[in-house]
């Protein structure tokens, strides 16, 4: 696969990854660290007008959700967790991030 193609299926698999989360669907910390951490890396340029233009087409605050997401994975990756909680199941609802189900506590 070539990378502009490369590039178009890890955007497409970052918006399906908040599509499901707006669902009230669960991902794992290790899955959305690895998709959003590929994309970064690949377009890092262009992430936050991804995330505009995401947000205005599909009317989910992606850019809210991962803000907090990320923050939360960084903080068990400075605490030296991230291997115990890579299948920790991350979902969201009405602006507040859940992991394995109860709220998160703000970080």
Excluded at 30 to 35: F, K, P, Q, S, W
Excluded at 38 to 56: I, R
Excluded at 76 to 87: F, M, P, Q, S
């Amino acid at each position: 696969m070539d990378r502009e193609m490369l590039l178009f299926q890890t955007r497409q698999d970052f918006i399906d990854l908040h599509q499901a989360l707006h669902r009230g669907e669960t991902v794992t910390v290790e899955r959305y660290d690895r998709i959003a951490r590929e994309l970064m890396k690949m377009d890092q340029d262009n992430f936050e007008l991804m995330l505009k233009f995401s947000e205005q087409t599909e009317g989910i605050k992606m850019h809210q959700m991962w803000e907090t997401i990320s923050a939360y994975i960084d903080q068990l990756k400075k605490k030296g967790d991230w291997r115990k909680h890579k299948e920790t199941q991350l979902s969201w609802k009405d602006g507040v991030l859940f992991v394995n189900g109860k709220a998160a506590r703000p970080f």
